[in-house]
Each structure stands twice: as structure tokens, then as C-alpha cells.
């Protein structure tokens, strides 16, 4: 999903990617990227964990609105089923 | 995760010239938002393999992937979205398609005036795509479709 950001991004379109697997995003270099710890097919967090998913969108689009830094990596500390109070 | 062995099962099992692309030594495209989320349109892109039932499922027997995309409407009945993408477990996003596909939360926020307004048609398409060429051309027409209908900033994210 990088190289799509990239192609965004070149258009004028600001982006940030979820990532589930950091070295792709250290290689593919999209414009901003929020890396998350969780297993493949759940980039937002495990099911029905509403308020940890709403945590996840929430900070990839503060780092979408304050993110000045080209090819940005941020790395979310969230556990897998984690519930945020 | 050790990416050497990720390109090495690669090489031996679809493509024996696989390498991940690598952008590390050229600049990084990037287009500061001048305005809050708050009052920007946006849209979600997601590589989930999903489609609308009426719509073709993508290719899953190309082992170099399947570049192209399907429109998801902001309108659609998201219970009767289907998934054509044999590389990543469904178990999660069978569900709970906010796991991989958060419309439904990001409306919510909308409601809330967290976010300025969403597009009127989302996107998918399949992840593990190795015709990158295509896949970046369908990126561009994609984009210069988005800019045409207001969008200015996108959500994405893999499965």
C-alpha cells in the first residue's frame, strides 16, 4: 500500500498508511507511516474492540494533520485486544 | 519479521528476480495538509480484496497479483461486502470488518465533526501485487479521480 500512497501523495493528496510488517514500510518509504503491532487482516485492532480501533484511526489521522517529517514512521504501542479505558 | 526470508520464499516459489521495491535512496513525495481533519474530505483505502457482490471479485489465481481496484459507495450495505484475497486470514474481519475496513467508525467521526466529510466512494484493492507498474498507473488514475471529487486526505491500510 506504500507505492499507492506514494502515487497519492505525488498528486497532491496527503496520506498515512497503516503497516503491519515495519521493514516494508523502511524500504518503501510512504509518506507517513503508523505501524502497528498487530497480526495480518486486522490493521485497526482485534474485533469489536471499538475503542481501540477509534485509538488507532485517531492517531494515524493526528499524525495525517501534524506530521511534517517526509517518510515519518510511528509506532503504535498498542497490544493486540488491548482495552483502552 | 525477516524480510531475507520473505523475498527468499518469494524467489523460489513466484518470481526468481523478487525483490521489495526499495525507495530509500530517492526522495519522498509529500503533500503537507493545510487544513485540520476536521475540515477535510476523506477517503479510506484499504487492500482487503474487497467488493460488491454485483461487482467482479479480483484475480486470485494470478500468482503476480491483480493490480485493479473496486469502488466501495459510502452508501453500501457493508454486510453484503465480499472479500476475494486468499493471502491474508478472513478470521478477523469475518467478524468485524472495522478490524480492516473501518467505514462505519470513520461515518461516526464525520458525525461528530471530527472529520470534515468523507468521499462518496471508497476503495479496495487486492494486497500482494508484484505488477507494481500497473499497480502505480491505477494509483495515478485513482488519485487524479479523488482530487477531481474534493478529496484531500487518505486513510490506507493493508490487511
Known amino acids: 500500500m506504500g507505492l499507492i500512497a506514494r502515487e497519492l501523495e505525488s498528486d497532491g493528496i496527503s496520506t498515512v498508511t497503516l503497516n503491519l510488517y515495519l521493514e516494508i514500510a523502511q524500504l518503501v518509504l510512504p509518506p507517513r507511516t503508523v505501524s502497528v503491532n498487530f497480526p495480518f487482516g486486522a490493521p485497526f485492532g482485534d474485533p469489536n474492540n471499538k475503542k481501540l480501533q ?32 | 519479521m525477516d ?68 469502488v466501495i459507495p459510502k452508501k453500501a450495505n457493508l454486510d453484503t461486502l465480499e472479500i476475494s484475497h486468499d493471502h491474508y486470514d478472513h478470521k478477523y474481519v469475518n467478524q468485524d470488518l472495522n478490524c480492516t475496513f473501518p467505514l462505519e467508525l470513520l461515518k ?19 494486497g500482494y501485487c508484484l505488477k507494481t507498474e500497473k499497480l502505480k498507473e491505477n494509483a495515478r488514475e485513482l488519485a487524479d479521480l479523488l482530487k477531481k471529487n474534493g478529496v484531500e486526505t487518505a486513510l490506507i491500510a493493508p490487511t
Open chain 1, 54 to 85: 477509534l485509538q488507532v484511526i485517531k492517531e494515524s489521522l493526528k499524525m495525517l494533520e501534524e506530521t511534517e517529517e517526509k517518510g515519518k514512521i510511528k509506532i503504535l504501542n498498542y497490544d493486540w485486544r488491548e482495552k483502552i479505558k
Open chain 2, 3 to 70: 524480510i531475507n526470508k520473505t523475498v527468499q520464499f518469494m524467489r523460489e516459489k513466484v518470481d526468481p528476480d523478487f525483490n521489495f521495491v526499495n525507495k530509500t535512496d530517492k526522495v519522498v513525495p509529500f503533500t503537507k495538509l493545510d487544513k485540520k481533519i476536521k475540515d477535510s474530505k476523506l477517503v479510506l483505502i484499504s487492500s482487503g480484496g474487497f467488493h460488491l457482490s454485483e461487482d467482479d471479485p479480483f484475480d486470485t489465481k494470478d500468482s503476480l497479483g491483480d493490480p485493479s481496484y473496486r
Open chain 2, 108 to 126: 461516526e467521526l464525520a458525525r461528530k465533526e471530527k472529520i470534515g466529510s468523507l468521499a462518496d466512494n471508497h476503495y479496495s484493492f487486492m
